[in-house]
């Protein structure tokens, strides 16, 4: 199983302190750091410095780290046009030197649209869009060189783009998409998906979402064993009973709770809850850092769990 570091900015980060997490996780062998796409922050917290935007903070770590994956948990199809935003990933990539992978959702955070003036359709028209945007994402990326790209869409309707520029990845960077919507959100999957996360769900409720994107995919005669499996889950590791009681206050948690409903306890008990996870079908996973001061977090992790899973 893979590990990859998973950070929400909104909650109250600037550029140096999310590069410094990202340096850090390169430096002790973490598969890859993601950020989430939200403009406002959640909960008590201050939020202070106040948001930063994913893309921009991806281009920097772009050329401030050299091997760590970089991607998003998930932007907010409602924050961009698709053609724009495929320029950016492609850009990104490019700076990266092919290190970019794009986590794209509908968006759901009503409050931060309004505070910052994004339209916020209905959940319906959100979906339309996202499978919209999919279309011409991966439409542009694909379009051989040298040809042009329309798409007469409902909401993005595009004439005799050049489609440039290109990603260095090819065919393309992996598209993640994930959710427990029961119908569409399996069936966009299906046929968009590289990867699909699960966000801060149980393992029963994992079982029965890959089984909906896995029959999904057969209705298409895909082969599910072409995607890649994930879930995401809050931290809370430590070597002893006060160590993990510390992580969880600095976080506003109890250790109980984030023991029944993240990956929390110490070494020993984040490896079998991590065994929970893979048994089902699990291939990554993505531990959320609250506490971005906490540099010693990811460096116990590294040392005791990482070497672990195999």
Request: proline letters at 8%; glycine letters at 10%.
């Amino acid at each position: 199983m893979e590990l990859r570091i998973f950070t929400e900015p909104q909650q109250g980060a600037d550029y140096e302190q999310l590069l410094a997490v990202a340096r850090r996780a390169e430096e002790t062998g973490y598969g890859a750091f993601f950020r989430s796409d939200h403009y406002l922050k959640m909960g008590s917290v201050s939020g202070d410095p106040g948001p930063t935007d994913a893309w921009t903070t991806l281009a920097g770590l772009a050329r401030d780290t050299d091997r760590i994956r970089l991607g998003t948990l998930m932007t907010a199809a409602t924050f961009r046009l698709p053609g724009p935003l495929a320029i950016t990933v492609a850009q990104v990539d490019a700076m990266s030197g092919g290190r970019v992978e794009l986590g794209i959702g509908t968006g759901w955070f009503a409050e931060e649209h309004t505070a910052y003036g994004i339209p916020f359709p209905s959940l319906g028209e959100r979906f339309d869009r996202l499978e919209e945007q999919l279309a011409v994402i991966t439409g542009l990326w694909a379009t051989p060189p040298g040809e042009t790209f329309d798409h007469p869409g409902r909401y993005y309707p595009i004439s005799d783009s050049p489609a440039l520029p290109k990603p260095v990845q090819r065919p393309r960077p992996p598209i993640l998409l994930g959710g427990m919507g029961p119908k569409r959100t399996p069936r966009l999957a299906a046929r968009y998906a590289d990867e699909f996360n699960l966000p801060f769900v149980s393992v029963t409720d994992t079982v029965a979402q890959f089984g909906r994107v896995r029959d999904a995919c057969a209705e298409i005669g895909r082969d599910p064993a072409e995607l890649t499996w994930s879930n995401a889950l809050v931290l809370c590791c430590g070597r002893n009973e006060e160590e993990i009681a510390r992580r969880a206050a600095a976080i506003g948690r109890e250790p109980d709770e984030l023991r029944a409903n993240g990956l929390a306890g110490t070494p020993a008990e984040v490896v079998d809850r991590l065994g929970e996870y893979a048994a089902v079908g699990s291939q990554r996973v993505y531990l959320q850092i609250l506490d971005l001061a906490d540099l010693d977090h990811l460096d116990l992790v590294a040392a005791d769990v990482l070497p672990q899973l195999g």
